[in-house]
C-alpha cells in the first residue's frame, strides 16, 4: 500500500476515501491578479468595456467555477459550499499599470476540505477580467495565485506567511 493517498495499490490514481472523515466547519481564502493598463483599469472602473460589468460579471463566473471545482479537476470531491465570497480591491503599481487584487473565501461543514474551490474560483476570476478586457488590450498579465490560509481538517489551519 502506498503512503500517498491518492495513489492505489497498483500505483494509479485514486479519490481518497473521506467516508469514516468527521464533517468540521472549513475555510479557504485565495488570492489571484491581474495587471491591466491604465485605459483598461479606466473602462472597468467606469463601466464602459462593451462586454458589460466587468467585476460583476467575474464575480459571478468565480462562484460558478467553486461550484464546479470537481467536475475539472479530477480528484477533488464534489463538495456543498455554504459561503463563497470574492472582493477586488485596485492598486496602481506604475503610473499607466494597475492591479486587480482578487481574494476568494469559501466555505463550508463537511469532510474535505475548500482549498481546490477557492484557488479554481481565485483563477476563473481572473481570467474572465482578461476575456471581457482582452479587445481593448492583450497584454494583460494575470499573477501569481496561491492559497492565503486554510482552516480545519487533519492537516490543521494554514496561513501564508509571506504575504
Known amino acids: 500500500m ?27 481564502i485565495a488570492h489571484s491578479s491581474i495587471i491591466v493598463n491604465k485605459s483598461i483599469y479606466q473602462k472597468i472602473t467606469k463601466h464602459e468595456i462593451g462586454k458589460g460589468d466587468v467585476l460583476a460579471v467575474a464575480q459571478v463566473a468565480g462562484v460558478m467555477a467553486a461550484k464546479q471545482t470537481s467536475t475539472i479537476i479530477p480528484m477533488c470531491h464534489p463538495l456543498p459550499l455554504s459561503g463563497l465570497d470574492i472582493s477586488f480591491d485596485w492598486q496602481q503599481i506604475e503610473q499607466d499599470k494597475w492591479e486587480l487584487m482578487i481574494t476568494v473565501e469559501v466555505k463550508t461543514k463537511g469532510s474535505t476540505g475548500v482549498e481546490m474551490e477557492a484557488l479554481t474560483a481565485a483563477s476563473v476570476t481572473a481570467l474572465t477580467v482578461y476575456d471581457m478586457c482582452k479587445a481593448v488590450d492583450k497584454g494583460m498579465i494575470i499573477g501569481s495565485t496561491y492559497l492565503l490560509e486554510k482552516t480545519g481538517g487533519k492537516s490543521g489551519d494554514y496561513k501564508r506567511s509571506d504575504n
Not at 495513489?7 to 479557504?28: C, L, P, W
Request: avoid cysteine.
Open 2 to 28: 502506498s503512503e500517498f493517498t491518492h495513489i492505489n495499490e497498483q500505483g494509479r490514481a485514486k479519490m481518497v476515501d473521506i467516508t469514516d472523515k468527521k464533517d468540521s466547519y472549513r475555510r479557504a
